[in-house]
């Protein structure tokens, strides 16, 4: 069973950066699709990107898209979420899922049964 771990949060200025990674166990991290989401408080929890199983595939919110990038390292069996040009609107518990069902780059929380516990993001104004 792959656990996941996030870790990379913290308090950053608006306009700064943060880089969060998703490390997990297992040696068949490289089978799973990775999904990043976050929830503010207060809000429901929403996609902000997901990459396929070999990296080739990535997809994006469109609140995020052009700021953040997410990529992967199966060697390492982590996946990154590298965010640009912060806002205080970002600010959220970030988590990171996986699942191996299909191969499909999936933006809802239902299609992705694997999920870390979150790392908290806070962007001051």
């Known amino acids: 069973q792959v656990q996941l771990v996030e870790s990379g949060g913290g308090l950053v200025q608006a306009g700064g950066s943060l880089r969060l990674s998703c490390a997990a166990s297992?040696?068949?991290?490289?089978?799973?699709?990775v999904g990043w989401f976050r929830q503010a408080p207060g809000k429901e929890r929403e996609f902000v990107a997901a990459i396929s199983s070999s990296g080739g595939t990535t997809h994006y919110a469109d609140s995020v898209k052009g700021r953040f990038t997410i990529s992967r390292d199966n060697a390492k069996n982590t996946v990154y979420l590298q965010m640009n040009s912060l806002k205080p609107e970002d600010t959220a518990v970030y988590y990171c899922?996986?699942?191996?069902?299909?191969?499909?780059?999936?933006?809802?929380?239902?299609?992705?049964?694997?999920w870390g516990q979150g790392t908290q993001v806070t962007v001051s104004s």
């Open positions: 899922a996986a699942d191996s069902r299909y191969l499909r780059v999936g933006t809802g929380q239902h299609e992705y049964t694997l």
């Open positions: 297992g040696r068949t991290f490289s089978a799973y699709v």
